[in-house]
């Protein structure tokens, strides 16, 4: 199957640029999968759509304020590191802009000081191995100097970190955030408890891999990033119960969808685990946890769309984005949402 099959022109001006002020007041396209029937909602209405018995599945991960822009010590020239994720202990992989500064023994300085890390190696795709030097505790120090690393696409500024957290965010660890679930407010979680759906949590930290481009021309050539996640057992047992008593698996954004296919490939039921998973889910794909899927519009030509056209039928998906553009949707990560019913 071609990559190029899954492209689409989008506008820019569809490009959400901000948050709405209201998260669940997003639009909502509901798409049936197996029909192709589409329905035009307000994000609250998704209420109407879970039953009793059913379990939403959310990802808590928990962004961290990754971008650091700070000086070398030695020549005050200007640097930029993008941490990735923790190695050990005060070691990161970390993305350097521009690179040429950051080679092995360079050392630079964050906020006056209050921060410092030192290149210590060099991985062969050119990502950096840094060691950081600080006082008290290192999230606090992050928290205050670093900010939220915002996709390519997103040029505006970003007033709120707040905003690019989901409001049951836990599990720090993130480069990005899971962004279908951005529309829940805690008003709606309660609602849908309320009715009797069941809420179980599971943790993937979403690495910048979700945002690089397919570069090859068939899908099956694409060598997938690897992501860390986990489940614990008294969520496992949730989602086991659903399936043991004929309720539906929703899972809130691809990374949660991820996720569950990835403890789904082993059987049921499903275990406390933990790992990395580079799963890849086109078309083709048999679902073996997932029912149905909460998510938003998604880039052209990415691993996202084709998770997505695996689950509701490719014809289907495409259709549904054209539509969604014809309708002015508002696309990617501070954009609309789709529910594949």
């Given at each position: 199957?071609?990559?190029?099959?899954?492209?689409?022109?989008?506008?820019?001006g569809l490009i959400a640029q901000y948050p709405l002020k209201d998260r669940a007041k997003s639009r909502i396209m509901v798409l049936d999968k197996y029909t192709g029937e589409i329905e035009h909602k307000i994000f609250y209405d998704v209420l109407d759509y879970?039953?009793?018995?059913?379990?939403?599945?959310?990802?808590?991960?928990?962004?961290?304020?990754?971008?650091?822009?700070?000086?070398?010590?030695?020549?005050?020239?200007?640097?930029?590191?993008?941490?990735?994720?923790?190695?050990?202990?005060?070691?990161?992989?970390?993305?350097?802009?521009?690179?040429?500064?950051?080679?092995?023994?360079?050392?630079?300085?964050?906020?006056?000081?209050?921060?410092?890390?030192?290149?210590?190696?060099?991985?062969?795709?050119?990502?950096?191995?840094?060691?950081?030097?600080?006082?008290?505790?290192?999230?606090?120090?992050?928290?205050?100097?670093?900010?939220?690393?915002?996709?390519?696409?997103?040029?505006?500024?970003?007033?709120?970190?707040?905003?690019?957290?989901?409001?049951?965010?836990?599990?720090?660890?993130?480069?990005?955030?899971?962004?279908?679930?951005?529309?829940?407010?805690?008003?709606?979680?309660?609602?849908?408890?309320?009715?009797?759906?069941?809420?179980?949590?599971?943790?993937?930290?979403?690495?910048?891999?979700?945002?690089?481009?397919?570069?090859?021309?068939?899908?099956?050539?694409?060598?997938?990033?690897?992501?860390?996640?986990?489940?614990?057992?008294?969520?496992?047992?949730?989602?086991?119960?659903?399936?043991?008593?004929?309720?539906?698996?929703?899972?809130?954004?691809?990374?949660?969808?991820?996720?569950?296919?990835?403890?789904?490939?082993?059987?049921?039921?499903?275990?406390?685990?933990?790992?990395?998973?580079?799963?890849?889910?086109?078309?083709?794909?048999?679902?073996?946890?997932?029912?149905?899927?909460?998510?938003?519009?998604?880039?052209?030509?990415?691993?996202?769309?084709?998770?997505?056209?695996?689950?509701?039928?490719?014809?289907?998906?495409?259709?549904?984005?054209?539509?969604?553009?014809?309708?002015?949707?508002?696309?990617?990560?501070?954009?609309?949402?789709?529910?594949?019913?």
């Amino acid at each position: 199957m071609k990559v190029s099959d899954f492209d689409f022109d989008l506008p820019e001006g569809l490009i959400a640029q901000y948050p709405l002020k209201d998260r669940a007041k997003s639009r909502i396209m509901v798409l049936d999968k197996y029909t192709g029937e589409i329905e035009h909602k307000i994000f609250y209405d998704v209420l109407d759509y879970l039953n009793k018995g059913d379990t939403l599945v959310l990802n808590n991960t928990r962004v961290i304020p990754a971008r650091i822009i700070g000086e070398k010590q030695d020549s005050g020239g200007k640097i930029e590191f993008l941490l990735l994720k923790r190695t050990e202990g005060d070691s990161w992989e970390a993305l350097a802009k521009p690179g040429k500064r950051a080679k092995v023994g360079a050392v630079f300085n964050f906020g006056d000081g209050r921060l410092r890390a030192e290149v210590t190696g060099v991985k062969e795709d050119g990502n950096r191995i840094i060691k950081f030097c600080y006082e008290g505790i290192f999230e606090e120090v992050l928290d205050e100097l670093g900010q939220m690393p915002l996709p390519p696409y997103i040029k505006a500024t970003l007033e709120d970190k707040e905003r690019y957290q989901t409001v049951y965010s836990k599990e720090s660890g993130s480069a990005a955030a899971p962004t279908a679930g951005l529309h829940f407010t805690e008003e709606l979680i309660k609602a849908i408890e309320e009715k009797g759906v069941n809420i179980a949590y599971l943790t993937l930290h979403v690495g910048l891999g979700t945002f690089r481009p397919v570069k090859v021309e068939t899908i099956e050539e694409h060598d997938m990033h690897s992501e860390y996640y986990h489940i614990d057992k008294e969520n496992a047992d949730i989602i086991n119960r659903t399936k043991e008593s004929g309720g539906k698996v929703i899972a809130v954004g691809t990374t949660s969808c991820r996720t569950l296919e990835t403890l789904g490939k082993d059987g049921f039921p499903l275990k406390e685990s933990s790992g990395w998973t580079n799963i890849f889910i086109y078309p083709g794909y048999e679902f073996k946890v997932v029912d149905r899927l909460i998510t938003n519009f998604h880039l052209p030509e990415s691993t996202l769309i084709m998770l997505v056209s695996a689950l509701a039928k490719k014809e289907n998906v495409i259709k549904a984005y054209e539509l969604a553009i014809e309708e002015k949707y508002r696309f990617f990560s501070f954009g609309d949402a789709m529910f594949i019913k």
